[in-house]
């Protein structure tokens, strides 16, 4: 069955750097396109990224730009997220998600949080 | 950018049918996805392009969409329904990916 796991989560402070890792299996990992979405505590869904099976094609949100890379490794069918400059706001749970829209299948995410 | 308006709560009594709306400029020209999330959870896929059911979902959840307003439609509520819903759309002119404010469905 689908599943995808997600790791690298963990408690920095502002302006730190952290990377989120994204194990994928149970479908066509090199065909298909990757997100990134993540949920502030307590409020809704926020669209961070994606990038094309052949990652030839990628998007941020404006609030991310310039500060997070995406990335993926089909060989290790992985997923990642390179984070820079982190900020409070930043803190959320991170999912990984199959596809970008939509969005068909979402793993537990991994919550980051930025505090001083 | 474009921006999607979401009620922010809905009450509905089990049995009931629960309808959930979702604003967008001309929304009709676009692809409209519904996502359901229960509380600890991940989100999970309940309507996709509209009005398709994915394998697994319940025949009670439908949608449409028209003009300025897309709907997702619960036809008889069950308490195991109660979570917050969004809906979310790709933006063509920026490649983004839009998804609505969330609304929270509870079962009286």
């Known amino acids: 069955q689908l599943q995808l796991v997600e790791s690298g989560g963990g408690s920095v402070k502002p302006g730190e750097s952290l990377t989120l890792s994204c194990e994928a299996s149970?479908?066509?990992?090199?065909?298909?396109?990757m997100s990134w979405i993540r949920q502030a505590p307590g409020k809704g869904l926020e669209w961070v990224s994606y990038?094309?099976?052949?990652?030839?094609?990628?998007y941020y949100a404006e609030s991310v730009k310039g500060r997070f890379t995406i990335s993926r490794d089909n060989a290790k069918r992985s997923l990642f997220l390179q984070m820079n400059s982190l900020r409070a706001e930043d803190s959320a749970i991170y999912f990984c998600?199959?596809?970008?829209?939509?969005?068909?299948?979402w793993g537990q995410g991994t919550l980051v949080t930025v505090s001083s | 950018s474009y921006v999607l308006t979401q009620p922010s709560s809905v009450s509905v009594a089990p049995g009931k049918p629960a309808r959930i709306t979702c604003g967008g400029n001309?929304?009709?020209?676009?692809?409209v996805h519904w996502y359901q999330q229960k509380a600890g959870q991940a989100p999970v896929l309940v309507i996709s392009y509209d009005s398709d059911r994915p394998s697994g979902i319940p025949e009670r959840f439908s949608g449409s969409n028209s003009g300025n307003t897309a709907t997702l439609t619960i036809s008889r509520v069950e308490v195991e329904d109660e979570a917050d819903y969004y809906c979310?759309?790709?933006?063509?002119?920026?490649?983004?990916?839009?998804f609505g404010g969330g609304t929270k469905l509870t079962v009286l």
């Open positions: 001309r929304i009709g020209s676009k692809s």
């Open positions: 149970g479908f066509s990992f090199v065909d298909s396109y």
């Open positions: 998600a199959k596809d970008h829209s939509p969005v068909a299948f």
């Open positions: 990038i094309s099976n052949t990652d030839n094609v990628i």
């Open positions: 979310q759309v790709w933006d063509g002119s920026s490649d983004h990916v839009v």
